[in-house]
């Protein structure tokens, strides 16, 4: 995730093990982790972005420099020897969001903005590919691997309807179509279980709220939530049995938003003051941890406040951090 740098308004990339924190950068530039992920022999994989790229100064907000794709890789309880590996140029503004290996394989997915629409962007072993034209827009979310098939999941937002977007799952670079475009759509989570890939994510009408969707080999199986503001980051799946992990909004006059996962037997909410995003799942066996960001204000300062939680089976855990107002986690890895 990400953690303030003191007297900046920008952040460390940063990764915690077990709770204790160490910084991916040095602070001099804002940086951030988006995935992580572990292989069989100790290697942790981090992809995110440092803000090193190209400077831009468009006259509407102070020059700023591009966010360009880093791969951070590095053992396992060794992150003082960190190999830094550059993924993009500098001149657009790219995002890697998601990251796995197999056989040996380090796969990555994420986008970038060459203009104003996003593309989808596959990365293998460093080497770009670019999944779509920029002419909609365009997101990946998610990625998992099966041997040398990779999937990514994401959205498209078609040709013919601006205010559409097409749950997408790209197999091989190739795109799956999981709904019409008539509404918005998007698979977040990718899971394989005993050969089925299953996909969680949203969809919601034109200027509605999001609805939790469940999809097994492109098929949809369950709207797991009504429109309640659902927002899917993490899926789990043993012998067809499931963790969903993410977020919905209280319907009510509140307007809270809370942490949750969601099984087939029910929901399970988990509670902080007001407003948190749920943001990533991980399962060990019987252990199940879910990490979450919440937003608060100082009405005082009228500052923004974020704060990164961790639960172990619904149980807070400390997590170590720089500035105790400002942190945030967006992805877990289980490494054995």
Request: hydrophobic share 35%; aromatic share 12%; charged share 20%.
């Amino acid at each position: 995730g990400q953690d303030l740098v003191p007297e900046k308004d920008y952040y460390y990339a940063a990764v915690w093990r077990n709770g204790v924190e160490t910084l991916l950068t040095d602070g001099s530039h804002d940086g951030f982790c988006n995935g992580v992920c572990a292989d069989d022999n100790d290697n942790i994989y981090v992809v995110g972005c440092e803000a090193v790229g190209d400077l831009v100064d468009d006259g509407y907000y102070d020059p700023y420099n591009q966010n360009v794709g880093i791969l951070w890789k590095f053992k396992d309880n060794n992150h003082a020897q960190v190999e830094r590996i550059v993924l993009s140029d500098g001149k657009n503004a790219t995002s890697p969001i998601a990251v796995a290996v197999s056989n040996g394989n380090v796969h990555i997915a994420g986008f970038d903005t060459p203009v104003y629409d996003r593309r989808v962007l596959y990365w293998r072993n460093g080497v770009m590919n670019v999944l779509t034209d920029g002419s909609t827009d365009a997101l990946a979310y998610c990625i998992w691997v099966d041997g040398d098939d990779v999937y990514i999941g994401g959205y498209i937002q078609p040709a013919d309807n601006a205010q559409g977007g097409v749950a997408t799952i790209w197999k091989n670079g190739v795109a799956q179509s999981l709904t019409d475009g008539k509404t918005v759509a998007k698979v977040t989570a990718l899971y394989m279980d005993n050969g089925t890939l299953y996909a969680a994510g949203m969809e919601k009408p034109s200027g509605g709220r999001w609805k939790g969707v469940l999809w097994a080999d492109g098929v949809r199986v369950k709207d797991f939530t009504d429109h309640v503001g659902t927002e899917v980051t993490g899926l789990y799946v043993k012998d067809g049995n499931y963790i969903i992990e993410g977020n919905m909004t209280d319907t009510g006059s509140s307007g809270d938003i809370y942490t949750c996962i969601w099984t087939k037997e029910d929901v399970q909410k988990f509670e902080t003051s007001s407003l948190c995003q749920g943001t990533a799942l991980a399962v060990d066996g019987e252990n199940v941890y879910v990490a979450g960001n919440e937003y608060s204000m100082d009405m005082t300062t009228y500052e923004d406040h974020y704060k990164a939680y961790l639960w172990k089976n619904g149980e807070s855990q400390e997590v170590e951090v720089k500035s105790a107002d400002n942190n945030t986690i967006w992805a877990m890895t289980i490494a054995h």
